[in-house]
């Protein structure tokens, strides 16, 4: 039994942006560059009310783009202050440019990203588009199933950014409205507890540090490019440990454990249904029903994406008869979703890999329900029968498409 | 005389009931503005001012950006493309350039224009390309629930000051007029019949025309700022803040303090973009 202080914890309702919003007010930041976005317009909202009301003492500025709000986080962040903004969908678009710049800074921003579906055509629903485009941009990535599992993310996103066998900006990731405007039973922490966890910020360099002066972002040619982005994908690679350790470390001040895959039912099932953040848990109801019956199935939801853990969704795989992978998200190239191919790959080396599928389903939001994950686990059943099942399809498309001339 | 719809010589003195029913998309009905809106208003001046012009509806291509007042051209049954936030005029800039014969119009917020797509904003105006701008103002970001836009006035309540705006408003149309536009006018969404006639001098002029309308939110910003229900926010804000330009041209300088002044600002003469762009190519290929 471990002999660490569990910390007094405080059983509410919140919705999944109530959450968040007040984790960050328990953290505190420095800085919160912040422009107004469905649907996670409501994480900033109710954190301003946090700093009018002198719960926090953050610089929250109120910028006039997406674009400027991450540059505030960069500009605050290069200076030593912890930083951090909420965004969805076309702000994280928008941001896309200065992704890449914090990254390569190599500054420990937070951004909760409420997934919503990118445009065109415009929708304000759910899918995971907007964060597996920015999949390659050197942020690690968290998803959360649940309001709980969103609060202790945000929370622990601080620790693993701010390693310093780390030093990477991170986006905590929950489903836009079936997450974000859920009211879920949820135990909060106490602020000391917080406080005590994430601890004080103190940057191993800033610009405000003035004996010690330096330079970010600056030109860097043929002789010293490679190397640096060498040293970010190796802090990129290292940050794997160290998600596990604060996983572990949460939960020894909260009692809540996370690693880097949640397996459901997985030691024993024949067939696996591998997907991220809320649909799981649709996918897991529809694991119980199939249980009851005596059917061997489970699920395979991986927390961390980026950085992706292939050797931990290798070994979790192995030895399966099936698997399906639900894609949020599709890579437009024919090809089927960017978890699927990355969830194939991480299998190829693997002497006893399953058969895999992929199936896209939820864009913008259409509904993704018990019988759809039923059909779904129905088709992998007959793949691990040795039936031909087609590689990759859309599954659970709205009825009122309108067909554009050719398509 | 025939019985075809022809463009009505002289405006503003039809007496029965205006027929918008040609301009609009009945399916995509009723719209999803909030009861004591101004844009409803807004879009229908904007419609009796493109009547009296006479423009057919394939002739005009209508872009927006993202907001309240961008969801226009989801209901007129023009050429229309609902964009990005703050973007709308650099598509604009496209469809006009592409097809120099169409009526460009957009349809922007006071967020959505001076915010993000400020820099979209002043460039469009410095170029003095053919399009009519309309920016429905109403000094907040209505569609993501009333944070603090560009225009707000100091002192004024959103969900981002609370305590009121630390910061200096936009004058959007002296931005306008500084960065180039040709036509630069103001109206309210309380004076309809003014607008419409402000609207359509916008349309007809040609290069950048730029028409600020203050057109306040009751869902957001009135609530947050005390007033008491639709009319008495009208009131205050559009009817009893706003001068037009001959009665502040009559009145001393004490007796228009404080009050924003409506009508056509500025009208200049200069070269439109597509014709500049002709210019140049009749003088590179020698023609």
Redesign the interface.
Known sequence: MSTAKVAKQTATGLTGNSAVAYAMMQINPDVCGA????PS?TVI?EF??YV?DGRVDTG?I?V???HSAMSACIGAASAGARAMSATSS?GLA?MWEMLYIASGMRLPIVLCDVNRAL??P?NIHCDHSDTMGARDSGWIQLYSETVQEAYDNMIQAVRIAEDKRVQLPIMVCLDGFITSHSIENIELLDDESVQDFVGEYKPERSLLDVDNPLTLGATALQDSYMPLKHQQSNAMKASKEVVIEIGKEFGEVSGRSYGLLEEYDLDDAEVAIVVLSSSAGTVKDAVDKLRAEGKKVGVLRPRLFRPFPHKEIAKALSGKKAVCVLDRADSMDGFGGPLFKDIRAALYADDNRPKIIGRVFGLGGADFNVDNALDVIGETIKLAAGEDVELFRYIGEGQNAQTIAGC | MTTEATARTVPYKEKKPFDYDPYLRQGKLPHIWCAGCGHGIVLKSLLRAIDALGWKNDDISMVSG?GCSSRTPGYVDFNTM?????RAFAFATGVKFANPKLNVIVTTGDGDAL??G?NHFIHAARRNMDMTILVYNNYI?G???G??S?TMPEGAVS??S??GSIEPPFDTCELAKTAGATFVARGTAFHAQELEKTLYEALKHKGTSVVDILDSCPTYYGRFNKHKNVSEMMKSIEKDGTISVAQAAKLPPEKTEGKIVRGILHRAERLEYCDGYQNLLDRVQNK
Not at chain 1, 35 to 38: E, F, G, Q
Not at chain 2, 82 to 86: A, Q, S, V
């Open positions: 422009y107004p976005i469905t317009t909202e301003s009310s009018a929250l109120t006039e783009s997406e076309q928008l445009s065109a415009i | 993202i609902h964009t990005l936030h703050g915010a993000i400020g970001y569609m993501t629930s944070q603090g560009p969900t981002t609370r305590f």
